[in-house]
């Protein structure tokens, strides 16, 4: 029998492996691009054992799309490498913790081969004495840090992955924990995708909306926030004492702690976006907390280096890691290197596809892939200004719409136009980021490109509709004019557009930019898909070019990793490897 897993990662095969190793059984992992198969052989009683243990054990994963078993004559001996990660706890250490009979009840650093987090030093429990040989004395530790966070509304506590004031006042907190997902349902508006993505193994952060329930409960009207269920001991443990009390909990980063006072090696926790695809497919926006290390196909004996990670490859694999010993190796443009890849992992090299690169502080290109001519820049998003007195002239200068709009902005929001006049717009950010950053100015978010489009992006991720203005966004040749951007979105505010919509409407406009040049091109040679890679792509924007271009075309993004970061060293390395 085999069982196939529409995923791309290590966890789950773990958990195979595990139950497998447990009853005698014989496993084989083999790997080919999205699909994982796991061999297995034994009698159709043990199979059917398996399964069972299987369906109890397995966890949810953000990777896990689908899973298929039948019947093979073919068998894997094999079983890949596996590198230690850190990782919430897993179903069957969480189950132990919280069974009274068990030997590590309400224990917070039980572990198993799977799940735990490494740590860097010797534990130190604050002033408090904590028993950690006495399971009774462990429960009446977390009955009494659950008394004092009912009390006083705030406890500073160590968790895994990190120091927290944790607190009942939300208004000021960067992010929630919520005890479960009864509490997520009550108070923000999930749906499926959601609660899939909030569940899974890697625990990832998730941005909803606060509903009704929430702004009545709490008196808050941020319309939304980062939210995570607990995803360490530390916190399950306090959220099983207080979770018929207490709901919601603010996360405040601190350096003091008075609970758990210990140090460990902490990943950055992962932001997902859920899109609005019927699949609900779930995409790490940013963080590497149970994706890296990631192994790869080999490259030969490469290196390819990027920010902070490296990839290294032999003649076995490629591993791609943190760079902690500071390794150096040729770079290429970051456009080039996440884009070359994506364009390996998912084994497009033969295909005619289309990248869009998007960064926030590089070049940004549309390239276009093809086997016959190789690779094309396709269209460039290269534009400065020295100061909007520049662009309102040259707005002006455009046609009579745009004198009449510039002559109109100044009198009739003469607080915003004298506000982008006096505004600082030297930045290191680059094309569309620096162009939201134009954008948020004019609106009056900020006096900067940086904060506004900042604000941009988060207007935009809280806003409760799902359609925006149209936004123009159109070309000078191979390059984008901003001017016909800024000048709509200045006519929008004129019309009394607010914030939230009208930042929807920029990013959501955009994103229709990016499926009508995709459609433009496959009008003229069929394509095989887009490639979405660069650290523009988080938020409401991922999602809607994810959603808009998949409707009826394959996207590809990096396989089980953020939308920047590690892709790009393994793309140097692939480039590399070429040379």
């Known amino acids: 029998m085999k069982f196939i897993l529409k995923y791309s990662g290590d966890i789950l095969e773990r958990f195979f492996i595990r139950i497998a190793n447990e009853m005698n059984l014989k496993i084989g992992v083999k790997k080919e691009n999205e699909f994982t198969y796991i061999f297995l052989k034994g009698e159709e009683n043990e199979i059917e054992e ?20 039948s019947v093979s004559e073919d068998f894997i001996d094999y079983i890949p490498e596996f590198p230690k990660r850190n990782l919430p706890p897993c179903p069957r250490c969480l189950s132990e913790v ?55 509304g705030v406890v500073s506590i160590g968790t895994f992955n990190g120091k927290y004031k944790l607190t009942t006042n939300l208004e000021n907190a960067d992010k ?89 090696k902490k990943d950055e926790e992962i932001i997902a976006v859920v899109t609005d695809t019927r699949e609900h497919v779930i995409i790490p926006e940013r963080g590497d907390r149970s994706l890296i290390p990631k ?43 996440g884009f070359y890849g994506v364009l390996d ?43 909007f007195e520049e662009i309102f002239a040259l707005i002006s200068s455009m046609n009579d719409t745009g004198k009449k709009l510039i002559k109109n902005f100044s009198q009739k929001r003469n607080d915003l136009f004298l506000n982008a ?35 941009l992006i988060e207007f935009a991720r809280s806003a409760m509709t799902k359609k925006g203005p149209r936004i123009d966004y159109k070309m000078d040749e191979r390059n984008l004019n901003p001017l016909w951007a800024i000048r709509t979105a200045m006519s929008f505010r004129l019309a009394g557009v607010d914030d939230y919509l009208l930042s929807f409407g920029v990013i959501e406009s ?47 993004v990096p396989k089980a990793l953020p939308m920047s970061g590690a892709i790009e060293s393994y793309g140097n390395a692939v480039i590399n490897s070429k040379s």
């Open 345 to 387: 992992m998912w084994n497009l090299e033969d295909k005619i596809t289309l990248g869009i690169s998007l960064y926030k502080e590089e070049k940004s290109k549309i390239l276009l892939n093809s086997p016959k001519f190789g690779l094309v820049e396709y269209i460039s998003f290269d534009f400065k200004y020295n100061s």
């Open 510 to 556: 955009f994103a229709e930019f990016l499926n009508n040049i995709y459609e433009t091109l496959n009008k003229e040679m069929v394509l095989s898909g887009a490639v979405l890679v660069g650290d523009l792509f988080e938020g409401e924007f991922l999602n809607k070019v994810y959603t808009y271009i998949s409707k009826n075309y394959p996207v590809f």
């Open 295 to 337: 192994f790869e196909k080999s490259l030969g004996d490469v290196v390819g280096t990027n920010s902070k990670f490296v990839t290294i490859s032999n003649e076995e694999k490629s591993v791609i890691k943190l760079n902690d010993e500071n390794l150096k190796a040729k770079e290429n443009p970051l456009y080039l290197a």
């Open 421 to 455: 006049l006096s505004s600082n717009i030297q930045t290191n950010k680059k094309g569309i980021y620096y162009l939201w950053g134009l954008i948020g100015i004019v609106l009056g978010f900020a006096d900067n490109v940086d904060e506004a489009a900042e604000k």
């Open 50 to 69: 398996f399964s069972k243990k299987l369906a109890n054990e397995l966890p949810m994963s953000i990777f896990l799309n689908s899973l298929d078993a």
């Open 176 to 264: 929630i924990v919520a005890v479960n997902l009864g509490a997520v349902a009550e108070f923000f508006m999930s749906f499926e995708g959601d609660a899939k993505a909030l569940a899974s193994i890697e625990k990832p952060y998730v941005k909803l909306k606060t509903n009704l329930q929430f702004k009545k409960t709490f008196g808050i009207s941020k319309p939304a926030f980062y939210v995570k269920l607990p995803d360490d001991m530390v916190l399950e443990l306090l959220c099983e004492e207080i979770n018929d009390e207490i709901k919601l909990l603010g996360l405040i980063e601190t350096k003091k702690v008075e609970f758990f006072d210990f140090d460990v």
């Open 98 to 152: 919280k069974n009274q009979n068990n030997e590590n009840y309400y224990n917070p650093f039980h572990h198993c081969e799977i799940c735990g987090y490494q740590l860097n030093e010797k534990l130190i429990m604050g002033n408090e004495k904590f028993n950690i040989n006495d399971k009774n004395e462990r429960k009446k530790y977390f009955e009494k840090i659950a008394e004092k966070l009912k009390k006083e």
